[in-house]
């Protein structure tokens, strides 16, 4: 008998069949995958480009710039979060995908630090997400820590890519967002799959503490939703109130994600 460890699938005992579902995003992941380099990078322009005076253009293209800072920053914190992931996932299939996470979102900081170096540099800090980071990465338990990142956020996340894709067509930043979208997209998928798996065998306990984590959570995501740097200041009170009623919809679709999730959710205070 060879002393090596048996890899997950020759394990004759064990029924993992459970996990099925996690290892079927490992799989759609590694179809999914790409490279900082298959962007058409100097073939387009990285972010709309203004008219008017240079005064205007340099306006324009601040405010383009926070958008992407606000993205830059998002997904550095999302490297360290996958990595906590990958690092506190006891199931080698939650393992293998994470390890394609942990890929994805230092993959995506890349391209945003080629974008944002394109257009003058970093920018402002938006506080929420820093405040929403240290949420996840303090979570006490896995089961929070897949439910806040995973099942909320990434979920929440894409529409936002669809309507920044949408005002920016034609350029790289337009492709980007589509391609975060789907990512994203996967990572929510595999994040669902995993936290029906934890929460099987999850105690009364840590399932109420999911409900006051996402009480804890939605606000702050509502305040980085809505939240808007200098640059975007004037545009951001023009549109705050269609951003206010798209919000909602948003945090409501993630309210009845945790209710799919078998978890009481009259428990759950929505922000507005
Ligand atoms: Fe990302
Ligand atoms: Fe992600």
Request: glycine share 6%; hydrophobic share 40%; charged share 30%.
């Amino acid at each position: 008998m060879s002393a090596e460890p048996l890899a997950y699938e020759e394990q004759p005992d064990e029924d993992r069949s459970r996990y099925r579902g996690v290892l079927r995003f490992y799989e759609l992941a590694k179809h999914q995958e790409w490279l900082v380099r298959d962007l058409p990078w100097g073939e387009i322009a990285p972010v709309p480009e203004g008219r008017g005076s240079p005064q205007r253009q340099a306006r324009r293209r601040d405010v383009w710039r926070s958008v992407v800072m606000q993205q830059l920053q998002a997904d550095v914190l999302a490297c360290e979060m996958a990595s906590q992931l990958l690092n506190a996932a006891p199931d080698p299939e939650a393992k293998l995908y994470y390890s394609t996470m942990v890929q994805d979102e230092s993959r995506h900081t890349e391209a945003w630090l080629k974008l944002i170096g394109q257009l003058g540099g970093e920018g402002e800090r938006d506080p929420h997400l820093d405040t929403l980071g240290h949420m996840f990465l303090e979570a006490d338990t896995l089961e929070e820590k897949v439910f806040l990142m995973q099942v909320f956020f990434e979920r929440l996340i894409i529409p936002r890519f669809r309507l920044i894709a949408r005002s920016s067509r034609g350029t790289i930043l337009e492709d980007l967002c589509n391609r975060l979208a789907i990512d994203d997209g996967i990572h929510h998928g595999a994040g669902m799959a995993y936290e029906r798996v934890l929460l099987e065998g999850a105690s009364q306990k840590v399932k109420d503490e999911l409900i006051v984590a996402a009480n804890r959570m939605l606000p702050e995501f509502a305040a980085h939703a809505l939240w808007r740097p200098k640059a975007r200041e004037m545009i951001g009170h023009l549109m705050e109130a269609r951003d206010r009623e798209r919000l909602k919809t948003e945090l409501d679709h993630g309210v009845r994600l945790a209710n799919s999730l078998g978890l009481d959710i009259s428990e759950v205070a929505l922000p507005f």
